[in-house]
């Protein structure tokens, strides 16, 4: 099946270019119309399967039947779907990493 998607990621993407990216597959594929609370969910069914080929990697007994991605996989598809729920928002990901680093540099960690 031929690609025909126009979609173009730059060479070293920021993190804001992720986020258009994802709003334009968002509407080329169809998906834009799925509310924050249908991506919220499927974010964590995206979890789930993170946590099932972590398990398979760590050669922890899984079921045979279920269908299991490579963990690079899951957390590509987790990263899309943090990028649409924030661009949902009008959140600028990048800015908010820095703020709230801002606030744990401030914080004290305690080591075990």
């Given amino acids: 099946m031929k690609n025909t998607s126009n979609l173009f990621l730059k060479e070293n993407p920021k993190l804001n270019d992720f986020q258009q990216y994802v709003k334009l597959m968002e509407i080329e594929r169809g998906f834009s119309h799925q509310n924050t609370l249908q991506k919220a969910l499927m974010l964590g069914e ?19 039947n279920s269908k299991i991605s490579a963990i690079d996989e899951e957390l590509a598809d987790i990263f899309i779907f943090v990028c649409a729920i924030a661009n949902r928002y009008d959140i600028d990901l990048e800015k908010a990493f820095r703020n709230k680093e801002e606030i744990n540099k401030k914080r004290t960690w305690k080591n075990k």
Wanted: charged share 45%; glycine share 6%; proline share 0%.
């Fill in 46 to 64: 995206e979890l789930g399967e993170l946590f099932k080929a972590i398990r398979k990697e760590e050669n922890i007994k899984i079921d045979n």
